[in-house]
């Protein structure tokens, strides 16, 4: 099952890299480019640890705590 | 490239829809138990003074959205961070939504498919709503809301037989405090997120019209939602805070002459279209956010990527839907307050002192040039 997901992904973001990316370094984008680039590299790599069923931290459980601290429950 | 108009009515049926979306279905809190309706109308009460700010800011600067008049008015720099705040609070909204939307479907609609699934069809179609603009998600809201409309009188009507009012009694049985209490929760979810719209509005054709917008907008979506809020503790009783979706259950119970019963999939309809409407336009705001951010020829190049960021944090946001309660409740109004309140304050004092220097020196050189003829 996680070898398919991971399959399935890996090729998602292929297409997503022909018809996403590949324009706008083709049509010389740069900022648009690197940006896109950067993004789809974070979001490649939570989609993988994902497949993998990692757990990954979620920023709400902190933000909860901070705010129950100072204004209780 | 040619600039996007929406117009008023356009813009007013945006606002309706994203309001409403989500609302509807989470319902408002229930802690002021068979009160609830009081405190949606507390909570827009108390957005009445916000929506005036965010109005009055978009009216002294037309035609330019909110990460344009950030940098305008506090500076390149303080503009920047304050536009990163922008930015992560449009999408951490737009997961929550697409999250309530998860939630809804795996414990209702589809409980033994997994959350991702939904959140990637409906993310999907947020993508190109978004990539297509806000003119066209104005025109299909336009298109779609009198449908909006009549399937929720539709389903006022049909619920009248299953009405109790004397479940609305006693009015302030316990008090005022919990009706505050829930009304500011209402005032932060759903009234106060029109915040976001700061970042759209730029597009309206009419430059002096936010306040109209606004206003109409918010009044029609503020009388539905106390509407929905009042037939479902007519229908429920006290019993409301206990109900995740207490509009689903609430219209689950219709049942005339054994014939029209299970016509709860309206209510998930409606609320499938207000988290559609509200998901894009997070979207499109934490995509325009990062292409002033990064001076980007266009945010469509990155809101893919944006979507699929989305989609996944809504994924990873919450560990179940008692989480996600809580959030909703009690944890976001106080987290959402500054982007809400305080910093819009603080745009809109300097805004006005930056707009009297101008005018006040406008005015001095029109006399001098009257002294000088």
Redesign the interface.
């Known amino acids: 099952m996680v070898t398919e997901m991971l399959a399935l992904t890996v090729l998602l973001y292929f297409l997503l890299f022909i018809f996403d990316i590949k324009p706008l370094y083709k049509k010389k984008l740069w900022a648009d480019f690197w940006v896109n680039v950067t993004l789809t590299g974070i979001s490649f790599t939570v989609a993988v640890l994902l497949c993998l069923k990692v757990k990954i931290p979620s920023p709400e459980l902190p933000i909860c705590e901070l705010i129950t601290s100072i204004f209780g429950k | 490239m040619r600039k996007e108009q929406i117009i008023d009515k356009e813009a007013i049926c945006l606002l309706i829809s994203f309001i409403i979306g989500s609302t509807l279905i989470v319902g408002v809190s229930g802690s002021s138990k068979n009160d609830a309706w009081l405190s949606s109308i507390t909570g827009f009460v108390m957005a009445v003074p916000v929506l005036l700010i965010y109005s009055r800011i978009l009216t002294l600067y037309p035609q330019k959205d909110l990460f344009d008049i950030l940098t305008l008015v506090i500076g390149k720099i303080a503009g920047k961070f304050v536009t990163v705040v922008y930015t992560l609070y449009a999408f951490h909204l737009g997961s929550l939504v697409l999250r309530n939307f998860g939630e809804f479907m795996n414990s209702f609609a589809m409980p033994e498919t997994p959350m ?1 699934i939904p959140l990637v069809a409906m993310g999907m179609v947020c993508i190109i709503a978004a990539r297509l603009g806000v003119e066209v998600l104005g025109r299909t809201t336009t298109y779609f809301l009198p449908g909006i409309f009549l399937i929720l009188l539709i389903v006022q009507l049909l619920a009248l037989p299953q009405l109790h009012i004397n479940y609305l009694k006693p009015v302030l049985g316990n008090g005022i405090t919990p009706v505050l209490k829930d009304g500011y929760s209402a005032f932060a979810f759903p009234f106060a997120e029109t915040v976001v719209f700061m970042g759209v509005f730029d597009a309206l054709k009419t430059p002096k019209s936010p306040k109209k917008v606004y206003f109409l907008g918010v009044v029609i979506a503020a009388a539905i939602i106390t509407i929905t809020t009042v037939r479902n503790i007519a229908v429920l009783g006290n019993m409301l805070g206990s109900f995740y979706f207490p509009s689903y259950e609430a219209v689950s119970r219709i049942s005339i002459g054994n014939v029209i019963e299970r016509i709860e999939i309206t209510v998930s309809f409606v609320f499938v279209f207000g988290v559609f409407v509200k998901t894009s336009v997070c979207m499109m705001v934490a995509g325009k956010g ?1 292409e002033k951010l ?5 945010y469509r ?2 809101i ?3 979507g ?2 989305m989609i ?1 944090f809504a ?5 179940n839907i008692m ?1 996600m309660r ?2 909703a409740f ?2 976001y109004p ?2 959402a307050f500054p982007m809400q309140v305080i910093l819009p304050v603080i745009i809109w004092i300097i805004a006005e002192i930056k707009n009297r220097k101008i005018r006040k020196m406008y005015s001095n050189a029109d006399q001098k040039a009257e002294d000088q003829q």
């Open positions: 991702i990062i990064l001076n980007l020829k266009s190049s990155i893919i990527q944006i699929v960021l996944l994924q990873i946001i919450y560990d989480q809580l959030w009690k944890v106080y987290y």
